[in-house]
């Protein structure tokens, strides 16, 4: 397991823009598929976009991107044209990389053994 730690969640007005950085521990960085989920109240935890250890990106919806700084040992979250939908709580994933596995795979929250404590995005309409 690896530590993570969540920043830049805040409150933000429809239409707006936040970049969320997750800074992970230890020298294996580069070998594992990084993952951003969210859970808002009363809700499941939901897959929002991924970055596998080769740099394939996997959103999924157009208005994010994932992508990571293996030197930096951090992962981020982009996010545009915010929606009062996207108020959640934003979690950090991490999960070494697996052969043969899919992109269905490593959007199951189930197999991520590794987590952040999470950052809260607020939007506002």
């Known amino acids: 397991q690896v530590q993570l730690v969540e920043s830049g969640g805040g409150l933000v007005q429809a239409g707006g823009s936040l970049r969320l950085p997750c800074v992970a521990s230890?020298?294996?960085?580069?070998?594992?598929?990084m993952a951003w989920f969210r859970q808002a109240p009363g809700k499941e935890r939901e897959f929002v976009a991924n970055?596998?250890?080769?740099g394939v990106a996997d959103p999924a919806r157009g208005r994010v991107t994932a992508s990571r700084d293996n030197d930096k040992n951090t992962f981020f979250l982009q996010m545009n044209s915010l929606e009062p939908d996207d108020t959640a709580v934003y979690y950090c994933?991490?999960?070494?990389?697996?052969?043969?596995?899919?992109?269905?795979?490593?959007?199951?929250?189930?197999?991520?053994?590794?987590w952040g404590q999470g950052t809260q995005v607020t939007v506002s309409s």
């Open positions: 994933a991490a999960q070494k990389e697996v052969s043969g596995k899919g992109n269905s795979y490593y959007r199951d929250a189930g197999i991520y053994d590794s």
């Open positions: 230890g020298r294996n960085f580069p070998t594992l598929t």
């Open positions: 970055v596998r250890w080769g």
